[in-house]
């Protein structure tokens, strides 16, 4: 399957008409960023899970963050599904690892798969038919992508090493979100280990088996990525 993704949108305030919905049909990914302005109605929202999440959260803006990434989380797939953001029931798929209840967050009876990443200003979430993962990342500091570089794929280890450094954060941060949106996408999270796969710091990710990769433009000073099951 070759994928196919659509126009990144823009969740607007309000109710969304069901004809402006992104269609999710095989062989596509829709692509959503969600407005992260404050949300006070977002905590009516949560279930309790998401309330304990949120709650957990020592800094004031990480929590007005979680609230509006996962209170407009809900009233999309609500508006997919056609019911209220309120009653969107999420669960959790099993391991692939190790078999247990916390897998990829999946949505009971939708119909489709999903995966909501969030970082600095903005949340992308991708809705696909089968598993999908997307990651959004913050270009970080150089210091921060010199450290976090040893934790990568040997091969993206020299290929960083090898760049200009005013180019190692961009490209760090690309080839983070290429990895962290398919460990999303096969349910293993960053247990699946950073340094197993490559992905690449090039400008094209790599292809990988029984995936589909793409990077996704969003906004400066931003890297994202998007994976999809089946190729």
């Known amino acids: 399957m070759t994928m196919e993704i659509t126009p990144v949108r823009v969740l607007r305030a309000g109710n969304t008409p069901e004809s402006a919905l992104l269609p999710v049909t095989d062989g596509t990914v829709a692509l959503w960023l969600l407005p992260m302005a404050e949300d006070p109605g977002a905590p009516a929202l949560l279930d309790a899970e998401e309330h304990r999440r949120w709650k957990s959260l020592i800094r004031a803006d990480h929590r007005a963050r979680y609230l509006a990434a996962h209170g ?68 970080p500091e150089a210091e921060v992508s010199a450290l976090v570089a040893d934790s990568l794929h040997p091969r993206e280890r020299e290929e960083f090493a090898r760049l200009p450094a005013e180019e190692r954060p961009a490209a760090f941060a690309q080839c983070w979100a290429r990895k962290e949106a398919y460990l999303k996408g096969t349910g293993e999270g960053l247990s699946g280990g950073l340094d197993r796969t490559y992905m690449g710091m090039g400008a094209e990710p790599a292809a990988l088996e029984g995936w589909s990769l793409a990077d996704v433009r969003v906004a400066p000073s931003y890297a994202a990525a998007v994976a999809v099951a089946g190729r």
């Open 72 to 139: 407009g989380l809900r009233r999309l797939l609500g508006r997919y599904l056609g019911i209220r953001a309120d009653e969107v029931a999420f669960v959790r798929e099993d391991c692939p690892v190790c078999g247990g209840p916390h897998g990829r967050p999946a949505v009971r009876d939708a119909g489709f798969h999903f995966s909501l990443s969030h970082s600095g200003d903005l949340a992308l979430v991708g809705i696909a038919t089968t598993p999908v993962g997307v990651d959004v990342e913050a270009h």
